[in-house]
């Protein structure tokens, strides 16, 4: 069985891609480099031993993508593609709504006129907004905080309406909490472009001597020490997440929207102090004051999941660390 991935050469894309290899499915990538490079196609072939269809290509060129639709008729569409960097979506709106949200309605065109007929949707903890209690199940209210987020939110939106339209067309909704680490092999990671927004990313840098000290953003946030506290995944969980939902889809074709995180929230200080372990030296570290937007707790009610597609996160924060510095040491 075929599945098309947008994206399917950045973060999670890539280690995706695996998991579906893994598994014995085939794998086509459709990505216009923007936030990847095209040797991450040879990384998977290494890891894995089977070297992925590429196409580098933009979800903005309609008639190109589908065209590629129609070449390889995939069975299902994993759509990561998209920026994802919120401080650039308050600051070039346009170029979120019009990659992110045009950039959609492509592939769904492309996909109607193909019969293809499902669809599995990066989402993201954001839709949230500022929830009322942690741990945040799947039917909390939804809001948007910047416009990366806003794009997620009328993506949703505009996936109900279709499945509403259309109920040949299957969708899993995937709302990620933070996904951290990268595979063992240390061939595939998160390489982000200038100085990182995102905490391990940073704290990678800070590890590696690229950056002097860590900042972290508040220590008076209403959580077990004060500073933040969010629900770190383990990138390769994630990966299985997508494998799991599609077989849902095949199974029990309809809509459906889950939460992929752990269930568990650390804060920043234990983040450091999980890190500094692995390191075995200390992470220097200074408190600074809050980071605008920034909510005091995050992290997920993973029942919904576990319970309809047996997705239970394995992987520890020591994991995590350890794969995230494996990967940054060989790159
Ligand atoms: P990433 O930037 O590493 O991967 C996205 C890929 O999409 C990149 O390779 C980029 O080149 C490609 N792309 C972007 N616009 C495109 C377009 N118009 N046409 C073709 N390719 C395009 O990001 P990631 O961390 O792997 O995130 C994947 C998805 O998951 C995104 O939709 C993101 O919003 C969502 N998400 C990520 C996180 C996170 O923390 N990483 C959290 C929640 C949700
Ligand atoms: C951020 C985005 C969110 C996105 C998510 C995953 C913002 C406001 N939110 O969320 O929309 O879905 O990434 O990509 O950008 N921290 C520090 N120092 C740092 C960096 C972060 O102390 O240098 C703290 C933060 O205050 C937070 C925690 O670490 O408490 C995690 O931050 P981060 O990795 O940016 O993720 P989120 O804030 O969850």
Not at 263 to 288: A, H
Request: with cysteine; hydrophobic share 40%.
């Amino acid at each position: 069985m075929k599945i098309l991935v947008t994206g399917g050469t950045g973060y999670i894309g890539s280690h995706t891609a695996v998991s579906l290899i893994e598994n014995g499915y085939g794998v086509v990538i459709v990505d216009n480099l923007s936030n990847s490079k095209e040797s991450v196609v040879d990384k998977i072939r290494e890891i894995t031993g089977v070297k992925p269809v590429f196409y580098n290509a933009d979800l903005l060129d309609k008639e190109t993508l589908g065209a590629i639709v129609k070449r390889e008729k995939p069975q299902s569409v994993i759509h990561f593609a998209g920026l994802k960097a919120v401080g650039e979506s308050v600051a070039v709106p346009l170029k979120y709504y019009g990659n992110n949200v045009v950039g959609t309605i492509n592939l769904l065109e492309a996909m109607a006129e193909n019969g293809v007929g499902d669809f599995v949707f990066s989402s993201s903890a954001t839709v949230y907004g500022k929830p009322a209690s942690v741990p945040i199940r799947e039917d909390f209210p939804l809001s948007a905080t910047n416009p990366y987020g806003a794009t997620k939110l009328m993506i949703e939106g505009i996936l109900r309406d279709v499945h509403a339209a259309d109920n040949t067309m299957n969708i899993a909704v995937l709302r990620y909490f933070n996904p951290v680490g990268a595979h063992k092999s240390g061939l595939i990671g998160e390489n982000p472009n200038g100085i990182p927004n995102n905490l391990v990313p940073y704290m990678m840098q800070v590890a590696a001597e690229k950056l002097d000290f860590l900042r972290v953003f508040g220590d008076d946030y209403g959580t077990k020490d004060g500073t933040g506290v969010r629900d770190y995944i383990h990138v390769t969980d994630l990966a299985e997440g997508h494998v799991l939902a599609l077989k849902k889809l095949e199974k029990k074709p309809g809509m459906v929207v889950y939460n992929l995180g752990t269930g568990i929230g650390y804060s920043v200080l234990e983040m450091i102090g999980t890190f500094s372990s692995v390191l075995g030296r200390d992470l220097p570290y200074k408190i600074v004051e809050r980071r605008p937007g920034d909510i005091d707790e995050c992290y997920a009610d993973t029942a919904l999941a576990e319970r309809e597609i047996g997705f239970k996160a394995k992987k520890s924060l020591r994991d995590m660390f350890e794969d995230g510095w494996n990967f940054q040491l060989k790159n």
